[in-house]
């Protein structure tokens, strides 16, 4: 005859005992005009949009006319002051105002129009940027091996590989 299983009934009760202090000091709203701008309307807008098209049309006129695929050293100078430009407060600070304020508020419709027509904008200095991407893109496939064994561009082969990968 088998024996039935004993049954073992579950005592273990938990009940947290700590509480929590009210984070009463820390601020819990977003406050973007001593990091960006006063308001839509800040005169700054317009200047660092001003000072963004203007840098990038510095880096076309500059790198349009030049070989900058002719050697490692060449190809470096290029994606260093790519690298660069794109990372200048400027160039990023309208996109990311406007783009917290519709974080914060998603009514914000004003934010939103604002996003629009600064994408669009800045779309015609984007457009002059491809032949930077396009020509890399081109180069045979003895060349981009090149650039991606060259110690000198290490810190670009992950982007390098995607171009390479993406005009195939």
Same mark, same amino acid.
């Given at each position: 005859? +088998?024996?039935?299983?004993k049954?073992? @009934?579950?005592?273990f009760?938990?009940?947290? *005992?700590?509480?929590?202090t009210p984070l009463? +000091?820390? @601020?819990?709203?977003? =406050?973007?005009?001593?990091?960006?701008?006063?308001?839509?309307? =800040?005169?700054?807008?317009?200047?660092?949009? !001003?000072?963004?098209?203007k840098?990038?049309?510095?880096f076309v006129?500059?790198?349009? %006319?030049?070989?900058?695929?002719?050697?490692? @050293?060449?190809?470096?100078?290029? !994606? +260093?002051?790519?690298?660069?430009?794109?990372? %200048?407060?400027?160039?990023?600070?309208?996109?990311r105002?406007? +783009?917290?304020?519709?974080a #914060? =508020?998603?009514? =914000?419709?004003?934010?939103? @129009?604002?996003?629009?027509l600064?994408?669009?904008?800045?779309? %015609?200095?984007s457009?002059?940027?491809?032949?930077?991407?396009?020509t890399?893109? *081109?180069?045979?496939?003895?060349?981009q091996k090149?650039? !991606?064994?060259?110690?000198? #561009?290490a810190h670009?082969?992950?982007y390098?590989? *995607?171009?390479?990968?993406?005009?195939?």
């Amino acid at each position: 005859m +088998s024996k039935k299983p004993k049954q073992i @009934k579950n005592h273990f009760k938990y009940s947290p *005992q700590q509480t929590l202090t009210p984070l009463t +000091s820390i @601020k819990t709203e977003w =406050d973007l005009t001593n990091l960006y701008y006063k308001n839509k309307n =800040d005169k700054r807008i317009e200047k660092d949009i !001003l000072a963004a098209e203007k840098a990038y049309d510095q880096f076309v006129n500059k790198w349009r %006319k030049k070989n900058f695929t002719a050697n490692p @050293k060449v190809l470096h100078e290029a !994606l +260093s002051e790519k690298e660069t430009l794109a990372g %200048k407060p400027g160039v990023t600070r309208p996109g990311r105002y406007f +783009s917290f304020r519709s974080a #914060l =508020d998603a009514n =914000d419709k004003d934010a939103e @129009k604002q996003l629009s027509l600064l994408s669009r904008r800045l779309r %015609k200095v984007s457009d002059k940027m491809l032949f930077f991407t396009l020509t890399l893109g *081109q180069l045979p496939k003895n060349k981009q091996k090149l650039f !991606l064994k060259a110690p000198e #561009l290490a810190h670009y082969k992950y982007y390098l590989e *995607q171009v390479f990968e993406n005009a195939s």
